[in-house]
């Protein structure tokens, strides 16, 4: 099985951050989203992948070459024009293996066996209730793919498509993601996967759905804190500082510095980061960045950010009423 994992959009949503970084090399928990993407599907035996990069491309790849000994393509989009167009642009790698296509700005409690050991296609899906935002499957009663809609307005389905592919027939998706550049197929100005699934469902392609509940988009700011929560859950891992009081679960690099501070619940302090006398809950405090004499709270600052606070000097009388 060959893993596809897309990366090549801007990340507006979470500006200002990606004006520096790619938004795949953001730190959730401890390390990049796409280092736990890699982690998940190379500890599943996953041995060749491609990666689709564009917006800040360089940076990708120093990244996975630096820290991964996988066989991995890179794969220029030089405009991002859509998912679809994404995984007809990395189509030159794919031989006939299967594909498991997996979106890069989210984390999933992955299990691949399930996968390979379908007969068929199949999309990953979850039960959501306004199906608006997302591209949908309408199912039949043996739960085979009819049809694929993307972001409905009418409720045809509450099965969102999660960002998770499994497709079996590598050669019929290379020729329809073809049909759809040659015939420039697009829905909301954009070549989508779900138009080149429906012209596989079109060809005879059978399609199943397996179910996805751990499902961790990193997309905008409120929802890549959400996931450091969750991970942080997962796994927590820290170390014991003099003068330092830890309210676990958090994450402490061990090239952190931290004195004098409070952290955690649910912190993240990357490598080389440095906190001093502040309360960090909540909050992702990346590489290299300096926090003192402060209070974070549902925060991320950025690698190498220096954010400062102040101790207040009060000198206030007896019955007095002070709201800082
Ligand atoms: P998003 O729709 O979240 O796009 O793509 P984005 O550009 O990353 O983020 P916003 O909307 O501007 O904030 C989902 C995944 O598909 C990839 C993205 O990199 C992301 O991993 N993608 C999307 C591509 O690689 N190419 C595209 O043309 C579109």
Redesign the pocket.
């Known amino acids: 099985m060959r893993a596809v994992?897309?990366?090549?959009?801007?990340?507006?949503?979470?500006r200002p951050h990606?004006y520096t970084l790619p938004?795949?090399l953001l730190n959730v928990a401890g390390k990049p989203i796409l280092g736990h993407i890699l982690d998940s599907i190379i500890s599943q035996g996953i041995e060749r992948i491609t990666i689709?990069t564009?917006?800040m491309g360089k940076l990708v790849q120093d990244y996975v070459t630096r820290n991964y000994k996988a066989d991995v393509s890179f794969i220029s989009?030089r405009?991002?024009?859509?998912?679809g167009?994404?995984i007809w642009v990395a189509s030159e790698t794919f031989d006939s293996e299967p594909l498991m296509i997996i979106?890069?700005?989210?984390i999933f409690d992955l299990n691949l066996e399930l996968a390979k050991k379908s007969d068929f296609s199949s999309i990953g899906v979850k039960f959501v209730d306004d199906p608006r935002r997302f591209g949908v499957v309408v199912l039949n009663n043996q739960n085979f793919v009819t049809k694929f809609v993307e972001k409905p307005q009418e409720r045809v389905s509450n099965l969102a498509i999660v960002?998770l592919y499994y497709v079996k027939n590598t050669e019929l998706i290379k020729a329809c993601l073809n049909r759809l550049i040659k015939e420039n197929i697009r829905t909301k100005d954009?070549?989508q996967l779900t138009d080149a699934l429906q012209l596989m469902l079109d060809e005879g392609e059978q399609f199943t759905t397996f179910p996805v509940d751990g499902w961790y988009d990193c997309?905008?700011s409120e929802t890549l804190l959400s996931t450091n929560r969750f991970l942080l859950e997962q796994s927590p891992k820290s170390r014991q500082m003099k003068d330092v009081v830890i309210i676990p679960p958090v994450f402490i690099d061990d090239h952190a510095i931290v004195e004098r501070s409070v952290i955690g619940p649910y912190a993240t302090v990357a490598r080389e980061a440095q906190v001093k006398d502040s309360v960090i809950r909540d909050s992702i405090v990346s590489d290299g960045a300096s926090v003192s004499s402060t209070l974070l709270e549902q925060s991320i600052i950025g690698n190498n950010a220096v954010v400062k606070g102040n101790f207040y000097h009060l000198n206030v009388g007896n019955s007095s009423e002070v709201n800082l």
Not at 5 to 14: C, D, E, K, N, Y
Not at 79 to 83: D, K
Not at 103 to 106: S, V
């Open positions: 994992i897309p990366v090549a959009g801007v990340g507006t949503r979470l990606t938004k795949v689709v564009g917006y989009q405009e991002s024009l859509g998912l167009h994404a979106l890069g700005d989210t960002g954009e070549y997309g905008k």
